[in-house]
């Protein structure tokens, strides 16, 4: 059977019932939002997985043209994977390919845009920095020394630092500025671990300005 509250039992019920008068629905509200955010929160990862599988399954028909060499195919299907999934990492890994393949087939100036987009719209630094170090080969390759060390002072990835220097020696030896091109060399060649195989590139670029490190390093001791 059933017995009357208490009276200390009343005060607590008469407390909460105020209480959830005056916040009930700033309360509700509040549930509300976390659920919303909370299932669009799942959405937007479901969302990202989706585009990812599908970009994945593009690049792998744009990787099939490339191997197969054919540079149409390639920039059609880059078209597309470039429109639909921009914000993927597949997108731009597809812009490099396709832009090597077409540097390949002589369609420089193909290569140029594709690479210019990966430049300024891949979500990755390190894929943007790639782009912009092959930009700079093309521009070094038709003489637009400006615009080639445009892009090597763009690139700001520590990893890409010695590469970048060493491709800023090879625009300054070109421009016939000899000087400079031995300072960018020597820290591109400083910047270089010893067990790096393209050291010993840039060591023979070093020593054909008369710079070589090993004798300016016995000089050094000398001294």
């Known amino acids: 059977m059933a017995t009357p509250l208490d009276l200390q039992e009343q005060e607590q019920l008469d407390d909460i019932k105020a209480f959830w008068k005056t916040y009930g629905n700033l309360i509700t509200w509040v549930l509300i939002a976390a659920m919303a955010a909370y299932g669009a929160w799942n959405g937007w990862q479901w969302y990202q997985r989706d585009q ?10 744009l990787d099939r043209a490339v191997s197969t060499g054919d540079a149409e195919r390639a920039a059609r299907v880059f078209g597309d994977l470039r429109s639909r999934y921009a914000g993927t990492a597949w997108a731009a890994q597809g812009g490099l390919a396709t832009a090597k393949l077409q540097f ?7 290569a140029r845009t594709a690479l210019a987009w990966v430049a300024e719209q891949a979500g990755q630094d ?4 790639i782009a912009r170090l092959r ?4 521009d070094l390759e038709a003489r637009k020394y400006a615009e080639a060390l445009a892009h090597l002072d763009a690139i700001k990835v520590e990893a890409f630092q010695a590469l970048a220097a060493d491709r800023r020696g090879d625009v300054l030896a070109a421009q016939g500025k ?3 091109a ?42």
């Open 52 to 61: 990812g599988q599908k970009a994945a399954a593009m690049f792998d028909e």
């Open 178 to 180: 000899l000087p400079e």
């Open 182 to 223: 031995k300072a960018a060399y020597q820290s591109a060649y400083t910047a270089m671990g010893d067990k790096t195989d393209f050291r010993r590139i840039v060591e023979a670029k070093l020593t054909a300005l008369g710079a070589a490190p090993a004798a300016a390093a016995a000089s050094e001791a000398a001294k």
């Open 104 to 110: 390949e087939k002589g369609q420089a100036d193909a």
């Open 126 to 129: 390190e894929l943007r920095a």
């Open 135 to 138: 930009l700079s080969a093309l």
